[in-house]
């Protein structure tokens, strides 16, 4: 194995040996995706912030579909919120009462809601789900790389890197994470970006230029070039400690240290965006997400440990685009939630909920569009332990959108990625990257199904404005049945039939997608 092949396939992502703000802080030297970020046909400046809700959030608890709300208090009246405390984003949408930061982000189109997001057949282990959201694969697929990590593998931009990094087109790391935990998205094909280094004593090490001996062996000797390769990645700190005494939090918004940990994560990050850091992913994270028990308090169902973690976060960014904008960086930065599950309709008997399939994902930012991206999740009258929210947009298709409209990458590109072509979502109203993000209006209309309780097979009418759809079957779990209809639909109206020989009594939905439009609506079969 020569010295590439090992440091490609042995050296972990860099840990910078110091703190800002109490956080340690990991530079992502050598990511594949995101050195084209910078290397791209398109010049941007723009910044992405990922906050991830560890523990699988209960979307139900919120966003509530007030239109619902009467099933939902069949499925949950044990943690349900109050209806009259809930604060309302539409007549039928609302969002729970403690996340009002996040309520005037949305009144001022700076908060997008995306609903239901998820992907077919989901899985529900921790590990598992968190893995196939980092990879953007599907869910019977395992792969190493991440989503933020493949994107110049196969071109090798920076074909000699460590050596000669950082350097006037490269400066500063492209990616950093504030905490502990390694996010394994920007993990490329083959390549890794540097070495940890926890220990003070390397950090001094890498100042004076030395290295710890190593033995006169071929082993030894690939042992120094780790350490070299640890002391190139750690440069970067330079750019960093001067990118951090460059500027100065403004907002008066953020909850004092240490009472909000998300909080004090995205002060660093903001700290680092107005100090002209080039970096172009942040990556911070909140824990605790995981309510399997007393997700809230008896008798005042807005309170309890849910309600709690909303806070934090809704605080957080809040207080980072008041931030944001106070220090003159709103234009320039883009944020996303996501978590790597929701949680089940019915809460469980020990006042919690359990794992479960797709949820809403927040974008927020200046340059969002705004508003509500989907409908609300349909809730029947009865429901099992086992039920779920099916997916109606698949997240590889906010990831992709977010790479085309606020990064600017192609589509050719974007297949490479993501593996396969996903719909583009109209997240953002102007960015000057790219194509706009404004999509022709579709005239499809999904009608309910007839018979309907059936069994066991039943008609699906539509009305086409003349374009290519999709219609999937879907049962509760969040599972993805079939395929019933695909390709192109001339103007008119249309039926398909769907056969449900084979399959259990219960409700299944199906969901028409066309381009950025999607619908979906619930059937019942009973043998």
Same mark, same amino acid.
């Not at 099933?71 to 996340?99: Q, V």
């Not at 995205?266 to 007393?294: C, E, M, P, Q, W």
């Given at each position: ?34 050195? !084209? ?19 699988? #959030? ?19 009246? @044990?943690?349900?919120?109050?209806? #009259?405390?809930?604060?309302?984003? !539409? ?45 953007? !694969? ?11 990590? *493949? ?16 350097? !006037? ?40 230029? /030395? ?21 190139? /990645? ?19 918004? =953020? ?26 992913? =942040? ?48 234009? *320039? ?77 192609? /589509? ?24 706009? @993000? ?13 018979? @309907?309780?059936?069994?066991?097979? /039943? ?19 969040? *599972? ?28 299944? =939905? ?18």
């Amino acid at each position: 194995m020569n010295r590439r092949e090992f440091i490609q396939k042995t050296v972990p992502v860099s840990l910078l040996p110091f703190f800002i703000g109490g956080y340690s802080v990991k530079a992502f030297g050598r990511s594949p995706f995101l050195e !084209t970020l910078i290397s791209a046909g398109t010049e941007t400046d723009h910044v992405l912030v990922l906050i991830q809700l560890n523990g699988g #959030n209960d979307g139900l608890n919120t966003i509530l579909p007030i239109d619902q709300y009467s099933n939902l208090a069949n499925a949950r009246s @044990n943690i349900l919120i109050a209806e #009259n405390k809930i604060l309302k984003l !539409t007549d039928k949408t609302g969002i729970h009462p403690i996340m009002s930061g996040l309520k005037n982000l949305y009144d001022s189109g700076k908060f997008t809601l995306v609903q239901s997001v998820g992907y077919p057949n989901p899985n529900f282990s921790h590990f598992r789900a968190t893995d196939i959201w980092l990879t953007a !694969t599907d869910s019977n697929v395992h792969e190493s790389s991440g989503w933020v990590g *493949r994107y110049l593998s196969d071109q090798n931009e920076f074909p000699d890197y460590p050596t000669g990094y950082p350097n !006037t087109v490269m400066p500063d790391p492209l990616a950093i994470q504030i905490g502990s935990v390694v996010s394994s998205s920007l993990q490329g094909y083959n390549s890794s970006m540097g070495m940890a280094i926890t220990d003070p004593t390397k950090f001094y090490q890498f100042i004076a230029g /030395t290295v710890d001996p190593a033995p006169n062996t071929p082993a030894g000797h690939e042992l120094t070039y780790i350490r070299q390769v640890a002391q190139q /990645t750690n440069l970067f700190a330079g750019s960093i400690k001067n990118a951090a005494a460059k500027a100065n939090n403004k907002s008066s918004l =953020y909850p004092m240290a240490p009472d909000n940990s998300l909080g004090d994560q995205l002060k660093i990050v903001a700290r680092l965006i107005a100090g002209g850091l080039k970096t172009r992913i =942040y990556i911070v994270n909140i824990g605790g997400f995981d309510t399997h028990s007393v997700q809230a308090i008896a008798g005042e169902t807005d309170t309890g440990t849910h309600a709690n973690l909303l806070k934090r976060l809704s605080l957080a960014i809040s207080a980072f685009q008041d931030d944001l904008k106070l220090l003159g960086a709103e234009d *320039r930065v883009a944020g996303m939630t996501f978590s790597e599950f929701g949680r089940r309709i019915k809460s469980n008997s020990s006042g919690g909920t359990d794992h479960g399939s797709a949820a809403p994902l927040f974008l927020f930012g200046k340059h969002v569009k705004g508003g509500i991206i989907g409908s609300n999740p349909i809730i029947p009258a009865s429901v099992t332990v086992n039920d779920n929210i099916p997916m109606q947009y698949d997240f590889r298709s906010v990831y992709g959108t977010v790479l085309k409209n606020w990064f600017g990458v192609s /589509t050719e590109e974007l297949k490479r990625v993501l593996f396969k072509d996903f719909q583009i979502l109209p997240l953002f109203a102007s960015t000057g990257i790219a194509e706009k @993000n404004e999509l022709p209006p579709h005239n499809f209309v999904l009608h309910q199904n007839y018979p @309907n309780p059936f069994n066991p097979n /039943t008609k699906i009418k539509f009305n086409s404005s003349g374009a290519n759809l999709t219609i999937k079957i879907f049962d509760m779990t969040g *599972r993805e049945i079939k395929t019933i209809a695909e390709g192109y639909y001339p103007q008119g109206s249309h039926e398909v039939n769907f056969h449900a020989n084979g399959l259990p009594s219960g409700i299944y =939905y199906y969901r028409l997608q066309s381009g950025a439009f999607t619908q979906m609506k619930a059937m019942t079969l009973i043998k």
